[in-house]
Every structure is written in structure tokens, then in C-alpha cells.
């Protein structure tokens, strides 16, 4: 079955046109699970302290699940300068 991981990086969205074959729908939740931890490793943090990434993955029958993570910074200190 050919599976699409459309990427959406803060506001920016993606659209994979190619797709990938693959064998069955816990195969596509494990590639765009390993695809999302090595987005988070090249693009969090970016500039700021919130940040979000998520792959849509979809069939031609239409969207499948979403694999999100969210990215903030809660900077604990009373009023400190680091």
C-alpha cells in the first residue's frame, strides 16, 4: 500500500507527492514515527521557546493519523538572568 508523509514544520506544511510503499499501516506508523524524532533532532530548538512539528500520513483513500511533537521551553527561574 503507498503511504504519503506530508511534513508541517511550525506553520509551514509539506506535501509529499511520491509517497512510499509500504507494507501495512504499523509499518507507516513506525517510519513516520523514526522520521519525526530525526526531524526533532536537526530543527528543535529553533529560534524561540515553543516549536512544532507533526507528520500527516495519508492513502489514496485519504488521511490515515498524525504524529505530532510539541517543543517548548518553561523557563522555571524567578526573574533570573542565565
Do not use: C, W
Given at each position: 500500500?503507498?503511504?504519503?508523509?506530508?511534513?508541517?514544520?511550525?506553520?509551514?506544511?509539506?506535501?509529499?507527492?511520491?509517497?512510499?510503499?509500504?507494507?501495512?499501516?504499523?509499518?507507516?506508523?513506525?517510519?513516520?514515527?523514526?522520521?519525526?524524532?530525526?526531524?526533532a533532532r536537526?530543527?528543535?530548538?529553533?529560534d524561540g521557546?515553543?516549536?512544532?512539528?507533526?507528520?500527516?500520513?495519508?492513502?489514496?483513500?485519504?488521511?490515515?493519523?498524525?504524529?505530532?511533537?510539541?517543543?517548548?521551553?518553561?523557563?522555571?527561574?524567578?526573574?533570573?538572568?542565565?
Amino acid at each position: 500500500m503507498k503511504f504519503y508523509f506530508d511534513i508541517r514544520d511550525g506553520g509551514e506544511l509539506t506535501e509529499d507527492d511520491a509517497g512510499v510503499e509500504l507494507p501495512d499501516f504499523n509499518a507507516a506508523r513506525l517510519q513516520a514515527t523514526i522520521a519525526l524524532t530525526d526531524m526533532a533532532r536537526d530543527y528543535l530548538p529553533r529560534d524561540g521557546d515553543t516549536h512544532s512539528l507533526a507528520i500527516r500520513v495519508r492513502t489514496d483513500q485519504g488521511p490515515q493519523f498524525d504524529v505530532t511533537l510539541d517543543y517548548e521551553l518553561a523557563d522555571l527561574r524567578d526573574g533570573e538572568d542565565s
